[in-house]
């Protein structure tokens, strides 16, 4: 992936590895938000050809045949399958659930700050 994007930009190599770094470090970050734009989208075009699931309920099977623009059909029939396992599906709900909580003011946490939750950074910054 790397190297399609070395195709389009050029620097000087000097900064190549630091470069490459802070490439990798952005696709970690936004890596989980495109596969699940990808999924969104695939599942689109398989209702729009007919195929009859809930949005809350994705088909893998069906979605396998309707991969995104820039992913190879032979790659996404894996990850199709990969995530309709029931592991996968298991932390997929538990990934959503923990988007869902609220704090003690019923407001949606965001984003907590690592493994401590919202409420318990704002108790230790107050002391």
């Known amino acids: 992936m790397f ?3 070395r ?3 050029n620097w000087d190599q000097a900064n190549d590895e630091a470069i490459r770094e802070g490439f990798e470090n952005v696709l970690k970050d936004r890596f989980a938000d495109i596969m699940s734009d990808y999924r969104t989208k695939s599942a689109k075009k398989a209702r729009v050809v007919g195929f ?3 949005d809350d309920r994705l088909d893998f099977e069906a979605m396998s045949k309707f991969p995104p623009r820039f992913v190879h059909s032979d790659i996404w029939e894996e ?3 990969g995530w309709n396992t029931e592991a996968w599906k298991k932390k997929s709900v538990k990934g959503r659930n923990n988007h869902k ?3 003690n003011d019923d ?3 965001r984003h907590t700050g690592g493994s401590r939750g919202y409420d318990e950074h704002r108790i230790i910054l107050v002391s």
Request: charged content about 35%; some cysteine.
């Open 3 to 5: 190297d399609r994007f």
């Open 107 to 109: 407001v949606i946490s």
């Open 101 to 103: 909580k609220v704090d």
């Open 52 to 54: 009859d699931f809930p």
């Open 79 to 81: 990850l199709c399958m």
């Open 7 to 9: 195709k389009h930009y």
